[in-house]
C-alpha cells in the first residue's frame, strides 16, 4: 500500500495520504476507512477511584461512565482557560486516553499532583498501545493488533483533519491558543458545551468562567469554518493573522483541501466579527461558515429563564 508521510507538525511521521486522499476522505466519512494515528500519546488512569477522581478535576462527567464510551476533557485553568485535553474510554477497570502529540509529559505531571489520597494509577502506555480510528470513532488498541485493526481500506491524516475541519471540530492547541475558553469553540446543546464540557456537573477549576459566559452567551470569541478561496492553491499558517478591512480580527487553525469543499480551514475570531463579512488570511479570501452563533445568548438566556 503506497503511503506518504507528513514531515513535519504534530502528525509528522504518521501517513498522511495512501495515494488518492479525496476518495479516502469519502470512505471515512462513509465508516469504511481507518485511520493510523499511533503517533499520538496513549495513558492509562487504573484503580477504583479513577472515574471520581477524573469527574472532579475536568469539565466531562465520568461518574456513570459506560464501559466503551469514548468521551473527551478538558482540564481548565483557574480562568477557565483550556490547559489540558484528552479523550478516551473506560473497559470497567481501566481508563484508556490519548491525547496531543508533545502534550503527554504536563498532562500526566499535572494529574500526578492532583493524585493525593485517591487510589489511581497513572502509567504512559505509548510503547504498548495505540490510538486509531476504526468503526467510525476513535479506540485504543495493542500495538501488536494494530495493522490487523487497521485492515485494508485505510485513510491518512489529511483525510481525517479535512473531515473534522468541516464538521466544525477544533483541535486543541492547533484551533485554539492559550487564552481560549470552551464557549468559543462549541455551541451548547442540552446539557453539553460541545464533546468536552459537561454544564450540569459539580465544580471544577475553571468552571465559574464557563457557567457565566453560557448564561450571559456573549464569548469573546467564535470559532468559524472558512471557506477558503482555491485560487491561490496553497493553504495559510497556523496562528497566521486573520483579518477584516485591515485590522486584525481572529487567529488561523488547521486547514485542508476537502473532496466537496476544497480548501477550508478553522478559525477563532473576534465575537462582532460579522458573519457575512469576507476575511483575508495570508492573503487568501475566506468565507464564513458559523461554528458558534455570535448571538448565542438569545438562545440560551431564554432557556434559563432570563431575558432574551
Not at 476518495?23 to 488512569?45: I, K, M, N, W, Y
Request: proline letters at 6%.
Amino acid at each position: 500500500m503506497a503511503r506518504v508521510l507528513n514531515e513535519s507538525g504534530p502528525d509528522a511521521g504518521a501517513a498522511w495520504h495512501y495515494g488518492d486522499p479525496l476518495r479516502e476522505q469519502r470512505r471515512l466519512e462513509a465508516g469504511e476507512a481507518t485511520v493510523d494515528l499511533s503517533h499520538r500519546p496513549v495513558f492509562t488512569v487504573a484503580g477504583p477511584d479513577r472515574l471520581t477522581w477524573l469527574h472532579a478535576l475536568t469539565s466531562q462527567a465520568f461518574e456513570g461512565l459506560l464501559p466503551g464510551q469514548h468521551v473527551t476533557a478538558f482540564i481548565l485553568d483557574p480562568n477557565g482557560r483550556i490547559e489540558h485535553v484528552f479523550g478516551g474510554v473506560d473497559d470497567g477497570e481501566t481508563f484508556w486516553a490519548h491525547t496531543e502529540p508533545g502534550h503527554l509529559e504536563p498532562l500526566l505531571a499535572w494529574l500526578s499532583r492532583m493524585v493525593f489520597a485517591s487510589r489511581v494509577e497513572l502509567a504512559d502506555r505509548s510503547a504498548t498501545h495505540a490510538m486509531v480510528i476504526a468503526g467510525g470513532g476513535p479506540t485504543v488498541v495493542a500495538r501488536e493488533d494494530l495493522d490487523a485493526t487497521l485492515g485494508e481500506v485505510r485513510a491518512g491524516t489529511w483525510a481525517a483533519e479535512a473531515v473534522r475541519i468541516a464538521a466544525g471540530q477544533p483541535r486543541i492547541f492547533l484551533d485554539t491558543d492559550d487564552k481560549t475558553i470552551p464557549n468559543e469553540v462549541a455551541m451548547p446543546d442540552g446539557d453539553r458545551l460541545g464533546a468536552a464540557v459537561h454544564l450540569q456537573k459539580g465544580c471544577y477549576r475553571g468552571q465559574e468562567t464557563v457557567a457565566r459566559v453560557h448564561t450571559l452567551g456573549r464569548p469573546p470569541r467564535r470559532l468559524t469554518v472558512l471557506l477558503l478561496d482555491g485560487s491561490e492553491e496553497r493553504l495559510p499558517e497556523v496562528g497566521a493573522d486573520v483579518v477584516l478591512d485591515g485590522r486584525v480580527v481572529g487567529r488561523m487553525g488547521t486547514s485542508a483541501i476537502h473532496h466537496d469543499l476544497g480548501p477550508i480551514g478553522l478559525a477563532l475570531v473576534k465575537r462582532n466579527t460579522p458573519t457575512e463579512a469576507t476575511l483575508t488570511v495570508d492573503g487568501i479570501a475566506a468565507a464564513q461558515e458559523v461554528v458558534v452563533d455570535p448571538e448565542v445568548g438569545l438562545h440560551v438566556r431564554p432557556n434559563l429563564g432570563g431575558r432574551p
